[in-house]
């Protein structure tokens, strides 16, 4: 299923943090735990604004919190807790006397969740070593894009073992006929997709994975949510086919009652 891009924001209001997915069950939502948002201010920072009232600016604030989420399945009840800091943003107001205006406000800055929320449902029948970049990529959707698609190029890789795509191959042409050669993602994608229809969806998260791995601002957060959305429909195809198959056989065998 497509990502729901407004859920994952990094940013939040105090009294709204999102809806995300439960770790533990799927149908389950986690809701902040009544009074667990605790906002902090370091006493340096008190010190600081105490010595130097003519000098403070609202975007100098600087304070810690941390809140506790559960799962709003009764029979599930996960808890998560989620850590930050805060960011001091302009928002718009209206005074009193009508008039437009914009002023600051806190909001909180989502640094960690854990137990870690997925960004997508992972099958069942995803091995574990592709499940295990997973988790990481969405650990790191909280700390940096670009490490997060660095890891889901990392669950390709993965993904390619356990299909038993070979990492090297042995040339039988030019000046090094004899001698193995040590295959790149992209050798290692077109191998295991001649003719498939996954090629260019494997061959789009490479390069996007790529891309996050030499840092920068290359990657953007559409590009991540894309590669989520791509590499989900990428791991049914692989995974699940079997699965939804055997569904459809049961569909197509059902005979009506006499
Ligand atoms: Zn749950």
């Known amino acids: 299923m497509p990502i729901h891009r407004a859920t994952w924001h990094r940013l939040a209001p105090k009294n709204s943090i999102p809806g995300l997915p439960c770790p533990q069950c799927t149908p389950g939502k986690l809701k902040v735990v009544k009074d667990t948002l605790h906002v902090r201010e370091p006493k340096y920072v008190q010190d600081w604004r105490g010595k130097n009232p003519d000098d403070w600016e609202p975007d100098f604030a600087v304070e810690r919190w941390s809140a506790t989420l559960r799962c709003d399945e009764p029979a599930c009840g996960e808890f998560v807790n989620m850590i930050g800091d805060i960011e001091v943003v302009e928002v718009d107001l209206d005074l009193e006397d009508g008039l437009p205006s914009w002023g600051y406000q806190d909001v909180l800055r989502i640094q960690a969740l ?103 601002d290359d990657v953007d957060d559409d590009d991540l949510f894309d590669a989520v959305n791509v590499l989900e429909f990428v791991l049914t195809g692989i995974y699940d086919t079997k699965t939804i198959n055997a569904m459809a056989d049961k569909l197509k065998g059902k005979k009506a009652q006499p």
């Open 114 to 216: 854990f137990p870690v929320p997925p960004l997508f449902r992972i099958s069942d029948n995803v091995p574990k070593p592709v499940k295990k970049q997973l988790e990481v990529a969405f650990r790191m959707f909280w700390t940096d894009t670009s490490a997060c698609v660095s890891r889901l190029r990392t669950a390709v890789e993965r993904l390619l073992d356990d299909q038993g795509v070979p990492k090297e191959r042995l040339l039988t042409k030019g000046k090094n006929a004899g001698k193995m050669h040590r295959m790149d993602l992209h050798e290692r994608i077109d191998s295991f997709t001649s003719g498939s229809a996954h090629k260019n969806q494997l061959q789009g998260l490479r390069n996007i994975g790529n891309l996050g791995t030499h840092g920068g």
